[in-house]
C-alpha cells in the first residue's frame, strides 16, 4: 500500500504563506511526485510536480509563487505557497506517479509516467 500523508494546511490571510508537506516512503520518494489542488465545486487540477530527475512544472497561477521541493533525508515532498490569492484556497492533494506489484514472494516498486497513488488531502483556506 502507498501512502502519502500530507500535513501543513489551514487558514491564512491573502498575502500570506504556508508550507505543506507530503511523507512517503523510501521506494516511492525517487518517483515523480506533485501537487494537485480541487477548489470547490471545480475539477482537480495540477499545482506543480517534480519529476524523478528533479525537473519541476508549474501551473502559470503559481509559478513565481509556490516552489516544489523534495527532503531526501526525510522522504518528504514540500510545497512552498507565498503571496497566497482567494482563489488559492481547495483540498490540495499529494500525489504519486508510481506503482507496486509482486513477483513472485517479492514486492517491487516501479515508477510510473502516470500518477497512480493519491494523498487524503489537506485544506487550505484563504481569506
Known amino acids: 500500500h502507498v501512502q502519502l500523508v500530507e500535513s501543513g494546511g489551514g487558514s491564512v490571510q491573502a498575502g500570506g504563506s504556508l508550507k505543506l508537506a507530503c511523507r512517503t516512503s523510501e521506494d516511492v520518494f525517487p518517483c515523480g511526485m506533485a501537487w494537485y489542488r480541487q477548489p470547490p465545486g471545480k475539477e482537480r487540477e495540477l499545482v506543480a510536480s517534480i519529476s524523478s530527475d528533479g525537473t519541476t512544472i508549474y501551473a502559470h497561477s503559481v509559478k513565481d509563487r509556490f516552489t516544489v521541493s523534495k527532503d531526501s533525508d526525510k522522504n518528504t515532498l514540500y510545497l512552498q505557497m507565498s503571496s497566497l490569492k482567494i482563489e488559492d484556497a481547495a483540498v490540495y492533494y499529494c500525489?504519486?506517479?508510481?506503482?507496486?506489484?509482486?513477483?513472485?514472494?517479492?514486492?517491487?516498486?516501479?515508477?510510473?509516467?502516470?500518477?497512480?497513488?493519491w494523498g487524503r488531502g489537506t485544506q487550505v483556506t484563504v481569506s
Open positions: 500525489a504519486a506517479s508510481v506503482r507496486r506489484f509482486s513477483i513472485g514472494n517479492m514486492d517491487r516498486t516501479e515508477c510510473t509516467s502516470d500518477v497512480r497513488h
